[in-house]
């Protein structure tokens, strides 16, 4: 079992929908978990970060954990085209570590 | 501009070759990291430091590798004797952590390796 999983994607919403992209890790212990965004041929851009159960809000995102089912999501509401990347889940584990996902490419459809 | 810079942006080399890649941290960052980035994955971990001490190298970096960090600010990674297959995104990223401080990691905008 791979210790952070993503859907690979790609998934494809029109302009205005919710976007929502899961992450699974294998860690139970994992303390922290983020979202970055990564343009083509950039670099990844931190979005948010969360490390309690529950919701946490930054504008148009919202992060959901989900410590007991090891379940992190990423809602993107209003979805623009320029929202339109590959969205990478990190999780810091409990040997002190960050360990990405392999990333969901996202499609937002003018 | 005080986030993560990194030198070369991009780098053409040939196969046999050794190349050098610099890593400047935010400045009151303790922790740096190397990671490998190929089309459709996520980074891949190399090593990391915190300050002037290497703490970790992946099991995935063959001898060819080296990474430094002299005096726990900037840092360089040496790749000898390149290999089409060392061929990717190289990315920095530096943290503050220790502590129970979270390790968020902010990258810098990578150098891309191509070997011919």
């Known amino acids: 079992q791979k210790e952070v999983e993503q859907n690979s994607g790609p998934l494809s919403v029109p302009e205005g929908a919710i976007a929502s992209l899961n992450c699974t890790y294998s860690?139970?212990?994992?303390?922290?978990f983020f979202w970055y965004r990564q343009y083509s041929g950039k670099s990844p851009e931190l979005i948010m970060f969360?490390?309690?159960?529950g919701d946490k809000e930054d504008g148009r995102f919202t992060a959901q954990l989900n410590k007991a089912s090891q379940y992190v999501s990423l809602l993107i509401r209003d979805s623009q085209p320029s929202d339109s990347a590959t969205y990478l889940c990190a999780v810091w584990t409990s040997y002190d570590k960050v360990i990405f996902g392999p990333g969901t490419s996202l499609s937002v459809i003018p | 501009d005080t986030g993560v810079s990194q030198d070369p942006r991009h780098k053409i080399t040939k196969r046999g070759q050794n190349v050098t890649f610099r890593c400047d941290p935010i400045s009151e960052h303790n922790r740096l990291y190397w990671y490998r980035q190929t089309l459709g994955q996520g980074p891949e971990f190399l090593t990391y430091f915190q300050n002037e001490a290497q703490l970790e190298k992946s099991r995935l970096l063959s001898d060819r590798f080296s990474a430094e960090r002299p005096k726990g600010s900037f840092s360089t990674l040496e790749i000898q004797r390149t290999e089409q297959g060392d061929s990717a995104m190289y990315l920095c990223?530096?943290?503050?952590?220790?502590?129970?401080?979270?390790?968020?990691?902010?990258f810098g905008p990578g150098t891309r390796l191509t070997v011919l």
């Open positions: 969360i490390y309690s159960n």
């Open positions: 990223a530096s943290s503050l952590s220790g502590g129970g401080i979270t390790d968020t990691q902010y």
């Open positions: 860690d139970r212990g994992s303390q922290s």
